[in-house]
């Protein structure tokens, strides 16, 4: 069920992250003062946040899917073997994290070790690409609340 959930999230990502790209590009090109830049800019790069975080919640689903695959070879986990037959055969479960994004393995001494199932560049980012596309939305924001005509 936590496969389904993430392909579906993924996908719901990837369908965000093309409505964000096409109203950025719109923006782009409806308006040519500085605060339809920065507003065309704040949708592109929250686009291309979007589509990363989507990227590693695929990531993250394909480990699931491997970690419940049942059936011969399924002990231990898949994605849990990456770190030697000694340390993978003390796994007893398996935790997903959504922020940070990634795959733990816990151990049954009672540690966790995290899998490289989702690249490293998926969580810092996303939260790089997040922050500049946020702070292009404040600041498209507040110079078309300036540049704003008085009504008449």
Same mark, same amino acid.
């Given at each position: 069920m936590l496969f389904l959930g993430l392909l579906l999230a =993924?996908? +719901?990502? *990837?369908?965000? /992250?093309?409505? @964000?790209?096409?109203? &950025?590009?719109?923006?782009?090109?409806?308006?040519?003062?500085r605060s339809g830049r920065l507003r065309a800019a704040a949708l592109?790069?929250? =686009?291309? +946040?979007? *589509?990363?975080? /989507?990227?590693? @919640?695929?990531?993250? &689903?394909?480990a699931v899917m491997r970690a419940e695959d049942g059936g011969t070879g399924s002990a231990p986990v898949g994605p849990c073997r990456e770190a030697g037959p000694q340390v993978a055969s003390l796994v007893i479960d398996y935790d997903v994290s959504f922020l940070p994004l990634r795959f733990e393995c816990r151990l049954s001494g009672g540690g966790a070790y995290v899998t490289s199932s989702v690249p490293?560049?998926?969580?810092?980012?996303?939260?790089?690409?997040?922050?500049?596309?946020?702070?292009?939305?404040?600041?498209a924001s507040t110079t078309a609340r300036r540049v704003r005509p008085p009504v008449a």
């Open positions: =993924a996908l +719901a990502g *990837a369908v965000i /992250a093309t409505v @964000l790209t096409v109203r &950025g590009f719109r923006a782009m090109f409806r308006k040519s003062e592109l790069v929250g =686009a291309v +946040a979007v *589509a990363l975080y /989507a990227w590693g @919640l695929l990531n993250v &689903g394909y490293g560049y998926v969580t810092p980012g996303t939260v790089g690409l997040g922050l500049v596309a946020a702070t292009c939305g404040v600041l």
